[in-house]
């Protein structure tokens, strides 16, 4: 019985972390290899549009030995599974600068993927919060 509750509870958070995250993809491109473009005065790419030093703080992943990291990020950033990926390292990364303040998993990957590792600490972070719960009632 203990094990079955586990397996739900389990499954209920993996399905919440995945929802927040297609919130996310959904804001940032309609969750679409868009390319890159210029956002806020830098360029943001792909799926969850990710800047370069964001690439850079979630640990460079899928970038080959040798490879350029700006191309590294590009083809990442354009890449589902390489970009999600991203996300969630960034998350694990700073997700800690936000304890204490008594906010949800998705409420600290959303402000943190929106305003960087002091995301959770502005009101700068609302509307982008509002929109990714109005998506997936997420907290």
Known sequence: ???EIFLIITLLCVSRAEDCLKCICNCESG????GCSIDVGSLSCG????????YEDCGT??????????AAWQRCANDYDCATQCVQAYYE???DNCDGIGQGPCEVMSRLHNGGPGGC???ATDGYWDA???CCGCS
Do not use: W
């Open 61 to 70: 992943p899928g970038r080959g030995e040798g490879e350029d990291v700006t």
């Open 1 to 3: 019985m203990i094990a």
């Open 31 to 34: 969750c679409a290899p868009v």
């Open 47 to 54: 799926f969850y549009q990710i800047k370069l030093p964001y």
């Open 93 to 95: 990364r700073y997700k």
């Open 121 to 123: 600490h502005t009101s």
């Open 132 to 134: 990714i719960q109005s």
